[in-house]
C-alpha cells in the first residue's frame, strides 16, 4: 500500500528582493521529501486567482502530489527582506487562503496512509486551518512520524498552540532562537537577555531533555545557524559543525534540513547518517535563490 509523507499548511509565495518565489514551510517539505523518491504530498488551500493557478502548475510541473482546494480568500504572499548575512524577514499577510484550509475526504484518506507528516505552528493562527491540522494528524497511523517544525513567525503563536501541538508530535524541529522562547513558555525557564540558551552546551542538552520527557518525543533537533546542529533523542545525542558556503540566501534552507533528515530515517539511516546529509543538503539550499532548488544527485 502507499505510504505518504506529508507537509500540511502554509503554501504561499515568497517576495523576495529578485522576484516572487513558490514557498511556505509545509510545502518547502514536500517538495524537498519528493527529491529523494519518497511520495510527498502538499496540502494546504488556495484562492481563486493566478497566484493559486501557479501554485499549481508548479507543483505540477515538478511531480509533487498536492491537495489544495479553493477558498474564497486569496492566495498567501510573504515579503520578505534580507539582512547583510542573507538571513530573511517577513512581513506574512492576514486573511489569506492557507488560513482557511478546509477538511476534506482527500485529506482523511491521506492521513490515514500517512507514513510521516510535518507541520507547523504558522498556519495554526487561525481556528479553521489549526482544526483541520489537529484533526489530520488525528487521523494518521499511530507509527507515523509527526514532525512539529515550530517554525514561530511575528507573534503568531500562542503557548497553547505550542503545547496542544508538541502533545501531538512525536518529533521537534526547533532553532536555537524557538528553544528560548519554548523553554520559557512551557518550561518556565528564565530567559537572559544577549544570551541564547543553545550557547551554553549543557543547559542545551537539558532543556532538549526535559523537552523529549514532558512531552514524550522519540527526536528533538535542534538547529542553530552557522554554529551547528543537534539530534537529541532519549539516549543519543548527535552534533554536526554547519559547514561554510557562500550564502545566496537561507529561505528554506531549515525545511530542506527537516524534510531530508525525515527521508534518511525514513529509508532507514541511522541518526547520525541522516542527520549528516541533512546539514549538507541544507548547505547546498544556502548557496541557491528560493527555497525550492533541484539537489543535485551526489547529495542524494
Known amino acids: 500500500m502507499e505510504k505518504y509523507v506529508v507537509g500540511i499548511g502554509e503554501a504561499l509565495f515568497d517576495c523576495l528582493p529578485d ?8 510545502a518547502n517539505f514536500a517538495y524537498h521529501v519528493s527529491q529523494f523518491g519518497l511520495n510527498g504530498w502538499a496540502i494546504s488551500a488556495i484562492g481563486d486567482d493566478e497566484l493559486g493557478e501557479e501554485i499549481v502548475e508548479t507543483f505540477e510541473k515538478v511531480g509533487l502530489d498536492h491537495i489544495l ?6 492566495t498567501g504572499t510573504v515579503k520578505v527582506t534580507l539582512d547583510s548575512k542573507g538571513i530573511p524577514q517577513y512581513d506574512i499577510c492576514l486573511g489569506v487562503a492557507w488560513d482557511n484550509i478546509p ?8 492521513a490515514r496512509h500517512a507514513q ?6 504558522l498556519a495554526q493562527r487561525s481556528q479553521t486551518s489549526r482544526e483541520t491540522i489537529h484533526a489530520f494528524l488525528d487521523e494518521a497511523p499511530k507509527d507515523a512520524l509527526r514532525v512539529f517544525d515550530i517554525n514561530l ?3 503568531w503563536f500562542t503557548a497553547e498552540v505550542i503545547a496542544e501541538s508538541l502533545n501531538r508530535a512525536n518529533v521537534l524541529k526547533i532553532n536555537d532562537e524557538e528553544l528560548d522562547v519554548v523553554a520559557t513558555m512551557l518550561l518556565g525557564v528564565p530567559s537572559v537577555p544577549g544570551k541564547l540558551i543553545a550557547e551554553d552546551p549543557e543547559k542545551t542538552r537539558l532543556v532538549c531533555r526535559d523537552l523529549i520527557a514532558k ?7 535542534l538547529t542553530c545557524g552557522a554554529i551547528g546542529s543537534y539530534v537529541f533523542t532519549e539516549t543519543e545525542e548527535s552534533y554536526v559543525a554547519t ?7 537561507t529561505v528554506g534552507a531549515g525545511d530542506s534540513f527537516t ?23 541544507s548547505a547546498f539550499v544556502c548557496t541557491q535563490n528560493g527555497a525550492m532548488p533541484v539537489i543535485p544527485e551526489n547529495l542524494k
Do not use: N, W
Request: charged fraction near 25%.
Open 19 to 26: 522576484g516572487r518565489k513558490l514557498g511556505g514551510a509545509p
Open 69 to 74: 482546494p479553493v477558498v474564497e480568500q486569496p
Open 103 to 110: 477538511l476534506t475526504d482527500d485529506m482523511l484518506y491521506v
Open 116 to 121: 510521516a507528516i510535518c507541520f507547523g505552528s
Open 153 to 155: 513567525r511575528q507573534s
Open 215 to 221: 512531552y514524550d518525543l522519540k527526536m528533538l533537533i
Open 243 to 249: 559547514p561554510k558556503v557562500k550564502v545566496a540566501d
Open 259 to 281: 524534510a531530508t533528515f525525515v527521508a534518511q530515517i525514513l529509508l532507514g539511516k541511522s541518526i547520525r547518517e541522516a542527520h549528516e546529509k541533512a546539514v549538507a543538503v
